[in-house]
């Protein structure tokens, strides 16, 4: 992996919260990737990989670990991103976390400590709770942009949305209004 000055190679999204209470319906957290093609990187994704769809068609984006109830030790899901290896026809990826709306409305404010970060090796490029966002039901968090030079940059992105999971995939990329 090169230094943050040559761009970002590689990237992982984490993702972890605690159980619900006992007798409580489970809180289902996911984390969602987004990726948009040069020239349309805002609007609809070219793919996803969440989890429905584990890996991107070209394996550089895979989510490797999925909770459904945040009973997992330490992060319940994990989300790697081979920016390195991504086609050069790719601009902008853009992660986000969507909450599970099957046991009727839940939000970041009624979920138990959720919390994402972000990190390249060993260096963390973002990390936060979703206070600030609570009574979301969806959120990106960030956004890797290709440079003119073709190396990857990190910015900051968390943004919340009342979106279900599947109208989330399709608005995150778009500019918040």
Known sequence: MSGLSKGIERAEARLKWDP?????PPSDLD???ATYRVGAEHGDPAYLVAFDSRFSPDGTIW????STDGKGLGFDEVLTLDLGRLG????????GVAIQQ???RLEFRNVANPAYQLV????VL???DFTSVGPAT????????RSASGAWEFHSLLVGYDADPDTLSRTMGHPPA
């Open 31 to 33: 984390l969602i990737a």
């Open 20 to 24: 619900s209470p006992l007798g409580a």
């Open 120 to 123: 390249t090796g060993y260096t």
């Open 88 to 95: 050069s026809e790719y601009g902008r990826v853009v992660v």
């Open 126 to 128: 973002a990390e936060g």
């Open 138 to 145: 969806g959120a990106t968090v960030a956004e890797f942009t």
């Open 102 to 104: 099957g046991f009727g």
């Open 63 to 66: 989510l490797n670990r999925d």
